[in-house]
């Protein structure tokens, strides 16, 4: 879908809490100057929405216009602080499958100040999983625990949006960020995933990195990337920060893109102590705005309101938060800046790079498709049974249970906050009242089944402990499916 649509398209518009409601009104003010073709529904959502009973932020009649749009351009809000309240971008994004988070982030050189002028990164997010499913447990009273999720379909539809983005955008190069050196498992499949995508485009560049070593490599020498897909909560810190190295957080715009649904807003948050001062910065929003209009194929209009900002940065026209990044200019207020770019509509920058929305492929928009793979075998070797027990020593524990007998399950090894303790383990570690106590079938080629579990399981707490959870240990095609 390219070029310029004379239909109107209908989006779905927030004004938001804090400084929402200023930067809103100074982009779609742009918007319209520049010809937007849009059929706008306003919904309320944020802070009075939650105070007024909602627990989302969003009353059940604006999900229906969400519905019908699809499109979804949103100011920032707040969310009260208290007990029960959830996020609104996070119910958004797993109400309407919005798996990918996409955040450019670029210097403007020389006319915002950084110590990285040559930044031109785009990071890609995978948005649904990971730490963020928000999985958690208090299990004990000393230990909380949380799920990382990372799933085989979640992350080809990441990576994939990826290298389909590169390859749409004229990019060269994916690198791929993990920690799999630690996490094996977890992050090891978004790392075997990527490699399985990434030999599907054999024109694009691609790398790993050690997530703490690349984040290094990222903060010193940025110019080597290009695009870079990571894994949800190293994609949330990494994006702000090199966001911030650009020259500002204020200045970054965010999609987040579904098979049928997508969501625009700046990265920035409410910041309610500036609220109704008109010194707020509205770039982040407009420039998310300006991604919402390429994704609805009103790509000359985005290139016009891109190339006007772009002009008007390199004009040293400014807000207050820029203040000590430009040299020479008085900074503007929110509307006054927002005029000033409307002035600017149909310049182009005359040193920073223009924007041509027009002169790339359409990135592929078909729906997900799971990656065919023969079934494996999975075999149930075992248990790992957790115990809430605060009475003794790690021998005085496994002494216990050694003395319970079940059927084909033997107590193999008691670990506590990730180390071994019992038998022959660590003795210089502090343990908490949380342990886990693997049990395996030590015959050769025979198996546990979930009956042999339930009779252990009875005689543990026959015994007297408090098992919080279990983990059941699989094989895959006799490959151990869990941490060693």
């Known amino acids: 879908m390219k070029g310029y649509k004379l239909a109107k398209t209908p989006i779905t518009v927030t004004y938001g809490d804090g400084i929402g409601p200023e930067i809103m009104e100074a982009t779609m003010k742009i918007l319209n100057a520049a010809g937007a073709e849009l059929d706008i529904e306003t919904i309320e959502v944020g802070e009075k929405v939650y105070l007024s009973g909602y627990n989302t932020g969003i009353k059940p009649e604006s999900w229906d216009s969400l519905r019908r749009t699809k499109v979804f351009l949103k100011a920032p809000i707040t969310t009260p602080q208290g007990g029960g309240l959830r996020s609104l971008n996070v119910t958004a994004r797993k109400m309407f499958g919005l798996y990918a988070n996409v955040r450019p982030c670029f210097s403007y050189h020389p006319f915002i100040k950084t110590k990285h002028p040559f930044i031109d990164v785009v990071v890609i997010r995978e948005n649904e999983e990971d730490l963020y499913a928000g999985i958690e447990y208090r299990q004990t009273r000393q230990v909380t625990t949380a799920l990382k999720l990372i799933s085989r379909p979640g992350t080809e539809k990441i990576v994939r949006y990826a290298f389909d983005f590169a390859r749409s955008n004229g990019r060269k190069k994916v690198s791929c960020f993990i920690k799999d050196n630690i996490m094996k498992i977890t992050d090891g499949l978004f790392h075997k995933v990527f490699d399985e995508i990434g030999a599907e485009y054999p024109e694009i560049e691609k790398d790993t990195w050690i997530v703490d070593i690349g984040a290094a490599r990222l903060a010193t020498v940025p110019e080597s990337f290009d695009v870079i897909v990571l894994e949800n909560l190293y994609g949330d810190i990494l994006s702000d920060v090199i966001a911030q190295m650009a020259g500002s957080v204020?200045?970054?715009?965010?999609?987040?893109?579904?098979?049928?649904?997508?969501?625009?807003?700046?990265?920035?948050?409410?910041?309610?102590?500036?609220?109704?001062?008109?010194?707020?910065?509205?770039?982040?929003?407009?420039?998310?705005?300006?991604?919402?209009?390429?994704?609805?194929?009103?790509?000359?209009?985005?290139?016009?309101?891109?190339?006007?900002?772009?002009?008007?940065?390199?004009?040293?026209?400014?807000?207050?938060?820029?203040?000590?990044?430009?040299?020479?200019?008085?900074?503007?207020?929110?509307?006054?800046?927002?005029?000033?770019?409307?002035?600017?509509?149909?310049?182009?920058?005359?040193?920073?790079?223009?924007?041509?929305?027009?002169?790339?492929?359409?990135?592929?928009?078909?729906?997900?498709?799971?990656?065919?793979?023969?079934?494996?075998?999975?075999?149930?070797?075992?248990?790992?049974?957790?115990?809430?027990?605060?009475?003794?020593?790690?021998?005085?524990?496994?002494?216990?249970?050694?003395?319970i007998k079940a059927d084909n399950l033997v107590l193999q090894s008691i670990s506590n906050r990730g180390v071994t303790v019992y038998p022959k383990g660590s003795r210089n570690i502090t343990c908490s009242d949380q342990w886990v106590c693997r049990y395996k079938n030590t015959e050769i080629g025979m198996f546990v089944t979930h009956n042999n579990i339930l009779d252990l399981l009875g005689k543990i707490r026959e015994s007297g402990f408090d098992f919080i959870k279990i983990e059941n240990l699989y094989n895959f095609d006799g490959v151990e499916g869990y941490s060693k």
């Open 250 to 403: 204020g200045m970054g715009g965010s999609s987040n893109i579904g098979d049928e649904f997508a969501m625009f807003e700046a990265i920035h948050g409410s910041a309610p102590k500036l609220a109704g001062t008109n010194t707020a910065n509205p770039s982040g929003l407009l420039l998310g705005a300006v991604m919402m209009l390429v994704h609805i194929g009103q790509t000359d209009v985005a290139a016009k309101v891109h190339n006007a900002w772009l002009k008007t940065i390199e004009d040293g026209i400014h807000t207050y938060d820029l203040k000590d990044d430009v040299q020479g200019k008085e900074p503007l207020g929110t509307k006054e800046f927002a005029d000033a770019v409307i002035d600017r509509l149909g310049e182009l920058p005359n040193t920073l790079k223009a924007a041509d929305y027009t002169s790339l492929p359409e990135q592929k928009t078909e729906k997900y498709k799971e990656i065919k793979h023969n079934p494996e075998r999975k075999d149930l070797v075992g248990v790992d049974i957790f115990l809430d027990w605060s009475n003794g020593s790690p021998d005085d524990l496994g002494n216990m249970l050694d003395r």
